[in-house]
């Protein structure tokens, strides 16, 4: 099914200079990119987007280490630990989302296999412990809508 997905290309993936790279990888999907801005992340976006993700790592982690972590992924989603921008694509394509999620490889980059974009250039914090991998993507076709509408205005993104 044609469908959209939204990939950021995460501050410590400009600050490592991996712009290039990353979307060399993701040209082996064939997907068309149709939406492409730099955007400077505030808090108020950072939260929204990441909306579920503190209830999952407090019930993850506990309360206080779950907040930690969240606290921390806001922090480094905004640049407080590299460059306050991100990079933000929108691809579309048949299972755009799959075909994004399997090349960018799993959240954690310990994780991931050592040939996709997180495992080959992500690390973990030593301090704050947050999966500094590199890249954003959306994980179903809905939530990328959601996304999409988060990060761009209707008119930026090409039909
Ligand atoms: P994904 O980015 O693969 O969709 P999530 O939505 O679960 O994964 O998490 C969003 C981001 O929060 C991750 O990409 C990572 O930067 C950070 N994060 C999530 N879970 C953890 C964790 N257990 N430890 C450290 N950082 C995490």
Redesign the pocket.
């Known amino acids: 099914m044609e469908e959209k997905t939204l990939v950021l290309i995460k501050p410590d993936g400009l600050v490592k200079s991996l712009t290039g790279n990353i979307i060399t990888t993701l040209s082996e999907t064939k997907l068309k990119i149709v939406g492409a801005k730099v955007v400077k992340v505030k808090r108020d976006l950072a939260e929204k987007h990441?909306g579920e993700?503190k209830n999952?790592?407090i019930k993850?982690f506990g309360e206080e280490k779950g907040k930690q972590?969240f606290e921390s992924?806001l922090d480094?989603i905004q640049g407080k630990f590299h460059t306050d921008r991100v990079l933000a694509l929108v691809y579309k394509g048949e299972g755009a989302v799959d075909k994004v999620r399997k090349l960018a490889g799993e959240?954690n980059p310990e994780k991931a296999s050592p040939i996709s974009i997180r495992g080959k250039y992500g690390r973990i914090h030593s301090e704050t412990?947050?999966?500094?991998?590199v890249i954003?993507c959306s994980?179903s076709a809905d939530n990328a809508k959601k996304e999409i509408d988060l990060w761009f205005k209707k008119d930026e993104v090409v039909e």
């Open positions: 990441y993700l999952n790592l993850k972590i992924t480094y959240t412990k947050v999966f500094e991998n954003h994980d």
